[in-house]
């Protein structure tokens, strides 16, 4: 009968540590699960990447307003001033200098003021008459005492005898001397050639004796030049 007991209570006690032995792997289980699936400080830097709202810059383009046309009124103040310290031009001549002068397709405004000028007033005259006129009415938009544009001394009131009602007669453009008055305008501006009439602001025709007490500068073909 007591071994009968003692049997029984081994199978008891076996039993007994072997639910024990389950339990504790059913808890290790659900422990490493947990472990697994957040720790508190996995979970908040989750839940504070979800919450907070990520920026991206953007560079901000604010279009800049367009640049004012140059105006064309004044003269360009790289214009050359009359003077006789030139570097030495490379043409043996003022007729082999304008030969070898392009004319442009096309001219501003003040250059076909200029050109005008020598047209009207020397085209049958030398070179060299020309180029005279050429620079007084150059000379006269640096001085400060005329206009300070081509245009603006051209046009100036009763100063120029070809110019009617403000404005130029019809010009042959396709004729040689036009090409010339263009050709010689540019040797003016560029001061590529020295001036017979350095310094010159006035001139008149040979024909006519005004009384001016301006500084006689040169007589160049039909024109006498003071300044």
């Known amino acids: 009968m007591s071994t009968k007991l003692r049997y029984a209570s081994a199978l008891s006690v076996a039993a007994t540590l072997v639910t024990i032995l389950f339990s504790a792997e059913g808890s290790g289980a659900a422990a490493q699960v947990y472990t697994q699936t957040a720790t508190p400080a996995a979970q908040a830097a989750a839940n504070e990447a979800t919450t907070t709202p990520s920026f991206i810059a953007q560079p901000v383009v604010q279009p800049l307003p367009d640049s004012e046309a140059a105006d064309d009124s004044a003269v360009d103040e790289t214009v050359a001033v009359d003077t006789d310290d030139d570097d030495a031009p490379e043409a043996a001549s003022l007729a082999e200098l304008v030969a070898q002068t392009p004319v442009p397709a096309t001219l501003s405004k003040q250059m076909r003021c200029l050109a005008g000028a020598i047209y009207f007033e020397s085209k049958g005259e030398t070179l060299a008459g020309q180029l005279a006129v050429g620079r007084v009415v150059i000379n006269r938009a640096v001085s400060g005492r005329f206009p300070n544009s081509y245009c603006g001394v051209v046009f100036q009131r009763s100063q120029f005898s070809f110019v009617r009602r403000g404005s ?31 310094g010159a602001l006035f001139f008149h025709a040979t024909y006519v004796s005004p009384r001016w007490s301006h500084h006689r500068v040169a007589r160049i073909d039909n024109h006498i030049f003071y300044r």
């Open 168 to 198: 130029m007669p019809h010009i042959r453009t396709s004729s040689h001397a036009w090409a010339n008055a263009v050709r010689i305008a540019q040797i003016a501006v560029d001061n590529a050639w020295t001036n017979p009439a350095k």
